[in-house]
């Protein structure tokens, strides 16, 4: 394995860390409430009448602010080499995930890592671990 030294950016992701960081506190300490995106979106689809504007503006917040990075820096275009039902399985698969582990990477990895969550450990540990297991049969066993 070696490092593809002109794709190395770690300024633009120490930054992009750091933002995701100040949000997320920024978020609990202004409305008490934890980031995590799988549960902002969930509550949004059954969320009562006062907890539903919070909501809206979070998810608009995140659609309107990568389209407004794409503006100001565009983005390299990206190669995906899946068909259609391979990606709508690995979404599918990722929704069952999250729910069966009551969180996705923000809420466990970001903001329960931080909060010394141990269920958040725990759940952090097993999604990186199948992450890397999934790279490992894709790259080395399948061939993908």
């Known amino acids: 394995m070696s490092l593809d030294w002109n794709a190395f950016t770690p300024w633009p992701a120490l930054v992009g860390g750091a933002l995701i ?5 920024s978020f609990a ?6 980031a ?5 979106l969930g509550g949004l689809l059954r969320a009562a009448g006062g907890d539903r504007a919070w909501r809206v503006a979070f998810v608009l917040g995140l659609v309107l602010s990568s389209w407004v990075y794409g503006r100001v820096a565009p983005p390299a275009a990206p190669r995906i080499e899946a068909s259609w039902g391979l990606l709508i399985a690995a979404g599918l698969l990722v929704g069952v995930g999250t729910r069966l582990g009551s969180g996705c990477t923000s809420g466990h990895g970001v903001c329960g890592l931080s ?3 141990v269920r958040s450990l725990v759940a952090t540990l097993c999604f990186m671990g199948a992450g890397f297991a999934t790279v490992f049969v894709a790259r080395h066993l399948v061939g993908a």
């Open 21 to 25: 960081g100040l949000a997320a506190v």
């Open 29 to 34: 300490l202004f409305n008490g409430r934890i």
């Open 36 to 40: 995590g995106i799988s549960g902002v």
């Open 115 to 117: 909060r010394f969550s």
